[in-house]
């Protein structure tokens, strides 16, 4: 309701402008925040706008976190995720109170790549060639699984094997399409 998705046209690319400038790490949640509470009326708390921004979070399938274990044991596994401070914060509050999971990205990741920290966003070239540069492996070994079909495509153009995993599906039907076996 706060972030109104039925908003005029100038908003709307208001909108979008600052969305993306804060997952690129291009703005501070702080103006972030003052951003949007100028386009709405009446003028919402930062707590409100905060909440409403993490509201779109989905939560998390308990038997992702038992598959990335599993997987971990026989891969080197890396996140890449457009993502922003805000989101960040409040998923790993939710990890270690809801899940009692407080080292998420040591347990499951052998790096994390976020966004908002590479001053970059998928599907852009830069961010997958900051990945690149990290990890040190040939574009053809990478595998890359993605939910946006934008961002398995920016991948697929620089040469990594990117699958598509469609939102509510079984990500070991993926997996095996990657030829990872489980």
Same mark, same amino acid.
Request: glycine share 4%.
């Given at each position: 309701?706060?972030?109104? !998705?039925?908003?005029?046209?100038?908003?709307?690319?208001?909108?979008?402008?600052?969305?993306?400038?804060?997952?690129? /790490?291009?703005?501070?949640?702080?103006?972030?925040?003052?951003?949007?509470?100028?386009?709405?009326?009446?003028?919402?708390?930062?707590?409100?706008?905060?909440?409403?921004?993490?509201?779109?979070?989905?939560?998390?399938?308990?038997?992702?976190?038992?598959?990335?274990?599993?997987?971990?044991?026989?891969?080197?596994?890396?996140?890449?995720?457009? !993502?922003?401070?805000?989101?960040?914060?409040?998923?790993?509050?939710?990890?270690?109170?809801?899940?009692?999971?407080?080292?998420?990205?040591?347990? @499951?990741?052998?790096?994390? @790549?976020?966004?908002?920290?590479?001053?970059?966003?998928?599907?852009?070239?830069?961010?997958?060639?900051?990945?690149?540069? !990290?990890?040190?492996?040939?574009?053809?070994?990478?595998?890359?699984?993605?939910?946006?079909?934008?961002?398995?495509? /920016?991948?697929?153009?620089? /040469?990594?094997?990117?699958?598509?995993?469609?939102?509510? !599906?079984?990500?070991?039907?993926?997996?095996?399409?990657?030829?990872? /076996?489980?």
């Amino acid at each position: 309701k706060l972030l109104n !998705t039925e908003m005029a046209a100038p908003y709307k690319n208001k909108y979008r402008e600052i969305t993306l400038a804060l997952e690129k /790490g291009e703005m501070l949640p702080e103006a972030f925040i003052f951003a949007i509470q100028s386009m709405c009326e009446p003028v919402p708390q930062g707590r409100e706008v905060v909440d409403a921004w993490n509201a779109m979070l989905c939560g998390w399938q308990q038997d992702r976190f038992t598959l990335l274990d599993e997987l971990k044991k026989d891969y080197n596994i890396y996140l890449l995720s457009n !993502t922003n401070q805000i989101h960040l914060d409040y998923v790993m509050r939710e990890l270690k109170e809801v899940y009692q999971i407080d080292n998420f990205e040591d347990r @499951f990741f052998d790096q994390c @790549f976020y966004s908002h920290k590479m001053n970059a966003w998928k599907p852009e070239k830069e961010i997958y060639k900051q990945v690149e540069a !990290t990890i040190g492996l040939e574009r053809s070994e990478f595998i890359f699984i993605d939910d946006n079909s934008n961002n398995v495509i /920016g991948a697929k153009e620089l /040469g990594w094997q990117a699958y598509l995993h469609p939102t509510n !599906t079984d990500l070991r039907l993926t997996l095996n399409n990657a030829g990872i /076996g489980i």
